[in-house]
């Protein structure tokens, strides 16, 4: 257990103690501000402390394929071919090992986390209450704006005369980076069991 944590819980038996032995220091004096701190203050400040843990954990792979239905999303980005954009990206570190879901399907908008984390609510309700479906869809078709948010200015991307011939209906989001006639292969899911997969990610997080 981590020194923060063990030290919340070590503090939080000592005030209770303080408060089941002594229910009197609370009436009158540094009683009264004892009495705050046990009741609101302290309560409040151990919600927010464990609300950002989880906030932040959640931003993980590991936490994001622990769902069963998302296993194969996980092991997709082990795909031995720079063919597929997520495993792409994943082996190369053009995103994040640890947070690479996160990094690429929150949207960056004024609301993007806060939307990412109530879809998340929606999942968690389904997976555990509901039915989740054959097919996981998107929400929304993937914006070029989630590619564009780390490729536009890069050197890979400007050097490239298709992109340049399409820039402006990439921006506007018209041709899509994932379309058919470009980057289309993504996570390809159905096709796991015919692709070679990548052993080297353990090396790689090292």
């Not at 089941?20 to 302290?42: C, S």
């Not at 309560?43 to 402390?49: C, E, H, K, L, Q």
């Not at 959640?58 to 994001?64: D, G, R």
């Not at 929400?139 to 050197?155: F, S, V």
Request: charged share 20%.
């Amino acid at each position: 257990m981590d020194t923060l944590p063990l030290a919340t819980v070590v503090a939080g038996i000592l005030l209770l103690t303080v408060v089941i032995a002594r229910p009197r220091l609370l009436i009158r004096g540094v009683g009264k501000f004892l009495g705050l701190v046990v009741i609101v203050i302290y309560p409040t400040s151990i919600a927010f402390m464990g609300a950002h843990e989880h906030i932040e954990r959640s931003k993980t792979v590991t936490y994001c394929t622990s769902c069963h239905a998302m296993e194969k999303y996980g092991k997709s980005l082990l795909i031995d071919n720079p063919r597929y954009l997520p495993a792409a990206h994943v082996q190369n570190g053009r995103v994040p090992r640890d947070t690479a879901c996160f990094a690429c399907h929150t949207t960056y908008t004024l609301y993007g986390d806060f939307n990412a984390k109530l879809h998340g609510l929606q999942h968690v309700w389904v997976a555990y209450l509901g039915k989740v479906p054959d097919k996981i869809a998107l929400y929304t078709p993937y914006n070029n704006r989630e590619c564009l948010h780390c490729h536009d200015g890069a050197r890979s991307f400007e050097d490239t005369t298709e992109h340049q011939k399409q820039r402006a209906q990439i921006q506007a989001n018209q041709d899509s980076c994932v379309s058919s006639d470009c980057h289309s292969s993504v996570h390809a899911v159905a096709d796991l069991d015919k692709l070679k997969l990548w052993s080297g990610k353990a090396e790689a997080e090292r």
